[in-house]
């Protein structure tokens, strides 16, 4: 079993809907939780950084963190056709450096 | 700032060559990470440095990987003897240390290098 869980899609959405993204993951000390976009053939960019349990609402995303249930979400609202990319989510464990990825979720959104 | 910056983009060689890669950081940043990703997978961890000390290194860096961050500034990734596995993206990210400990950094990768191994 993989430590960070994710559904690789696609997913396919019209233009202005919601879209939620998930990762489920196993370990339960992990701490920090990043969401990246990644374009096809480029490399990831960061989208939101989340510490602990809670929310963060950036602009059209919004970013959940269940600890208790080990599993985080990104919301994306009045999504657009340039949002249509793949998106990785990210978790560390306090004190350590290294990310550990999921397989990254391909959104399409439809114009 | 100009980002993160990695040469080259794209490297087609044929097994058994050696082939290395180069990253330059966000400048200023003193940690520097080089993650691997393959087709339909997420990035996955190499090795970082703080400033010119490798830290960490992934059970993935075979001994025909090294890395090296000379004077803490750019890095270069050499891959000897390749192999078709190595086919892959190879990313660069670099991050500022928050001087807090216990605590983790926001990364901030390059467009990667895309390696194909014939």
């Known amino acids: 079993q993989k430590e960070v869980e994710q559904d690789p899609g696609p997913l396919s959405v019209p233009e202005g809907a919601i879209v939620s993204l998930n990762c489920t993951y196993s370990?339960?000390?992990?701490?920090?939780f990043m969401w990246y976009r990644q374009y096809s053939r480029k490399g990831p960019e960061l989208l939101m950084y989340t510490y602990s349990s809670g929310n963060k609402e950036d602009g059209r995303f919004t970013a959940q963190v269940d600890k208790s249930s080990k599993y985080i979400s990104l919301f994306i609202r009045d999504s657009q056709p340039s949002d249509s990319a793949t998106y990785l989510c990210?978790?560390?464990?306090?004190?350590?450096?290294?990310?550990?990825f999921g397989t990254g979720t391909r959104l399409k959104v439809l114009a | 700032d100009t980002g993160v910056s990695q040469d080259p983009r794209h490297k087609i060689t044929k097994r058994g060559q050696n082939v290395t890669f180069r990253c330059d950081p966000i400048?200023?940043?003193?940690?520097l990470y080089w993650y691997r990703q393959t087709l339909g997978q997420g990035p996955e961890f190499l090795t970082y440095f703080q400033n010119e000390a490798q830290l960490e290194k992934s059970r993935l860096l075979s001994d025909r990987f090294s890395a090296e961050r000379p004077k803490g500034s750019f890095s270069t990734l050499e891959i000897q003897r390749t192999e078709q596995g190595d086919s892959a993206m190879y990313l660069c990210?670099?991050?500022?240390?928050?001087?807090?400990?216990?605590?983790?950094?926001?990364?901030?990768f390059g467009p990667g290098t895309r390696l194909t191994v014939l």
């Open positions: 990210a978790m560390s464990l306090s004190g350590t450096y290294k990310y550990i």
């Open positions: 370990n339960s000390a992990f701490q920090y």
């Open positions: 400048s200023e940043h003193n940690r």
């Open positions: 990210a670099s991050s500022l240390a928050t001087g807090t400990s216990g605590g983790t950094d926001t990364q901030y």
